[in-house]
C-alpha cells in the first residue's frame, strides 16, 4: 500500500501519533518565530496596512476599558456616535484575557499587548500546522509528515496572516476549518472528533461570514458520505451534527443580545445563520440518530433531501436578503473609491490582469493540489478524498470570486501535495534511480508556494515591470509606520479628516477619532470623506464644521492618495498636495517633516 492510499489510521495509531506530531508542527512553527525575532519583529513597528488587526487591538482596549460586551460600536470612526462593527466578541475575550494575565504578571500593559501581538499568531500557527500534519497523516499516513510540517510551514509562512501583529479573525478561522477537517478525516478511529469538528466549524462561522462557504462544503460532505455509507458514517454524521447544532446555539446566545434575536445580519452571526446552522446541525443528527429515516439508501436520500429544502426554503423566504452579493448595499461611489481597489476583494481575472506575479504566486500551488486530486478518481476513491478534494474545489472557487479565498485555498493544498511528495519519497526508496531521485525533487520544488513567488516575482522583475510598483509600495509603507503617527498622538484628541487607509492606525496609535476606514459599515463616515477630499475647498470646510473636525491627515506616498488626487485634480486633497493650503488650515509644526502630515484647522475657521 503506498502512502497515496493509506488507510483510515487505528484508534491506537491516532492516539498514539498525536505527540510526534504535535512536535513537528512546534519546531516548525518556532522557525518562522525565530525569524521575525532576528528581525526585531518589524510588523509591530511597521503593521504594513493591517488595519484589521489594528481595530482588532483597538476593539479589544474598548472591551478592557469597559465596554459593553454585546455594544459592539466602533464610537472613535465615521460619524458622531460611530457605526456598529460585523465582527465577533468571540475573538475579543481570549485576546482580552491573555492582554489582562500578561500584564497582571508584567504590570506595563503596552508590554502586555506586544507580547500578546506574538505570542497569539505563534500559537495559531502552531495549532494550525499541528491540524495539517494530523490531516496529511490520515490522509497519506506517516510518510506525509514530514512534507506537511515542511511544506504547510512555508505555505502559512507566506500567508502572512500568522506573522506577529496579526490579531484579525482570518487566522483563526483558517485554524479552526484546518481542526474540523483534520478531526473528519480521523473521526472513524476517533469517537470524540466529529463532535469536535462539528463545534469547531460552527465556532469558525460565528466568527465570521469568510468562513461559510467551508464550513457548509464540510457537512455537505458528511451528509454525501452518510448517504453512501449509512452504517459505517452515522456516528459520524450525528456527532458532527450535533456539534454544529450545539456550538451555534451556545455561540449565538454568547454574542446576540436578546434585543437582537429576531433580526438577521447578512454579514455577522445573527438569526440567519444560527437558523440556518442550527437546523442543519439538528436535522443531519437527528435523520443519523432515527433509524426509520436511514435504513436505506433511498430513506436517507429522502430525508437528506427533505433537510436541504427546508435550508432552501428558510434562507430564499425568511433571510433573502442575504442571497445577494455581500456588498449589493454599498454605494456606488464607495465600490468604484474604495472596494475596487481592495486586493483581497478582486476576482482571478482581476488579478491576472492587475498583477499576474501574485496570481501565480496565490493560485498555482492549489491548480496542482486540484490536479493531483483528479488524477485520483477512479484509483480507488476514498472518504478522506472526498473530505479534502470538496474543500479545496470548495475554497479555489471562492479565491476565483476574491481573492482572499486563496488563503484558505493555500493551506488546504498542503495534504494532496504532502501525499504526492510521500509517494514521490516511498518509490525513490523502493526504487532508487536518477530519475525517481528528480522526480522526488520536483514534487518538493512545485509544492512549495513561496518558490511559485520568487519565480514569478524574479520573471516580472527581468521584464522590469515591477519597478514603479515596487517604490510605491515603499513609500506606502512609510505612511503606515508607527513612528509616523507618534506627531499625532501627541495632540489634543478631535476628530480627524484623513484617508481610509489612514483610520485604523488613527484609532490604534493616537486617542483620536476618524472619520473614514476601510469597513463597509461605516458607509456615512466614508462617503462624508470623500465628499471632503474629492469637492472643493468649499465642500471640504463644510464637512470640517458639520463633523467638527480638528485636524486633516495627509500622507503623499499613500496609494488612495494618488487615485483620490488623479480622480479629482481639481480637488480639496490635490490642491492640498500641490501645496494650497486654504486660509482655515495651519501646518502643525510639531509633525517634524515626516510621511505623515498635517494640519490644525484654526480657530473659529
Sequence with gaps: MTAAHAATPSRDTARASWRTDMLAALLAALVPLFIHAVGGFPQLANPAGDNDSLLQLVEVRDLLAGQGWFDLHQYRMG???GFVMHWSRLLDAPLALCILAVSALTGNVALAEQVVQVAWPALLFWLALFAIIRAARAFAGGQAVL???VVGGAALYYLGIFAPGSLD??????????????LLLEAPALRPAALLAGMSAALSLAIGMES???TGTLGAVVALLFLRNGSGERPVARDF?????????????????????????CDAFSIAQFALAGLAGAGLAGVASWKAANATVARRLTALGLLGLALVAIVTFLFPQCLASPYASLDPRLKEMWLSHIDEARSLFQLVT???????SRFATPLVAILLMALRIGRGWRR???????LLVAAFLVSAWEVRGSTFSIAFAVIPLASWIASSRQRTETSPSGGAALRMAAAWLISVNSIWAGAAGAASSALQTDAVLTGAKADDAACLDKASFAALGRLPATTVLSLSNLG??????????ALAGLYHRNIAGNLVALDALLGSEADARAVVEAHHVGLVALCRGNAESRLLAARAPDGFLARLMAGSVPPWLEPVTEAGGGPLELYRVRSGG
Excluded at 479573525?169 to 483534520?182: E, K, R
Excluded at 485604523?504 to 483620536?512: D, E, K, N
Design 504 to 513: 485604523s492606525p488613527i484609532l490604534a496609535f493616537t486617542g483620536h477619532r
Design 147 to 149: 512534507p506537511a510540517a
Design 79 to 81: 460619524l458622531e456616535g
Design 354 to 360: 492587475d498583477d499576474p506575479v501574485r496570481a501565480v
Design 384 to 390: 478522506q478524498d472526498s473530505l479534502v478534494g470538496g
Design 212 to 214: 461559510a462557504p467551508y
Design 241 to 265: 451534527g450535533l456539534g454544529v447544532a450545539g456550538a451555534s446555539a451556545l455561540a449565538f446566545v454568547a454574542t446576540v443580545p436578546a434585543s437582537a434575536w429576531t433580526q438577521p445580519q
Design 169 to 182: 479573525h482570518h487566522n483563526v478561522q483558517l485554524t479552526l476549518t484546518l481542526a474540523s477537517l483534520a
